[in-house]
């Protein structure tokens, strides 16, 4: 079993920056693939990026390419996002997710967080 926090979402301005961060407890977090998803109000839940057990190849939604960056530091259990440029169009509920096997964009993650809060004002 593996516990997921995510942890960095709050309000921002268009145009501004957020990192978040998700933490995970439970098992050996460098046996894990990770990713984040977001789902806006009305909205299914979307794929954003993923990143490998050992950070490479990393994948991104056309949507964020540029200015959405995955990274994970292995020594303290942690999967980043760092959010730069951001758009009203990003403000959405984030989740990280892990599995055993590099999955990509698929939603079929093992282990979900509960979600962080992002939101970008105009």
């Known amino acids: 079993q593996v516990q997921l926090v995510e942890s960095g979402g709050g309000l921002v301005q268009a145009g501004g920056s957020l990192r978040l961060s998700c933490t995970a407890s439970?098992?050996?977090?460098?046996?894990?693939?990770l990713a984040w998803f977001r789902q806006a109000p009305g909205k299914e839940r979307e794929f954003v990026a993923a990143?490998?057990?050992?950070?490479?190849?990393?994948k991104y939604a056309d949507s964020v390419k540029g200015r959405l960056t995955i990274s994970r530091d292995n020594a303290k259990n942690t999967v980043y996002l760092q959010m730069n440029s951001l758009k009203p169009e990003d403000t959405a509920v984030y989740y990280c997710?892990?599995?055993?096997?590099?999955?990509?964009?698929?939603?079929?993650?093992?282990?979900w967080g509960q979600g962080t809060q992002v939101t970008v004002s105009s």
């Open positions: 439970g098992r050996t977090f460098s046996n894990y693939a």
């Open positions: 990143i490998s057990k050992i950070g490479f190849p990393t």
């Open positions: 997710a892990a599995h055993d096997s590099y999955l990509g964009s698929s939603q079929n993650y093992k282990y």
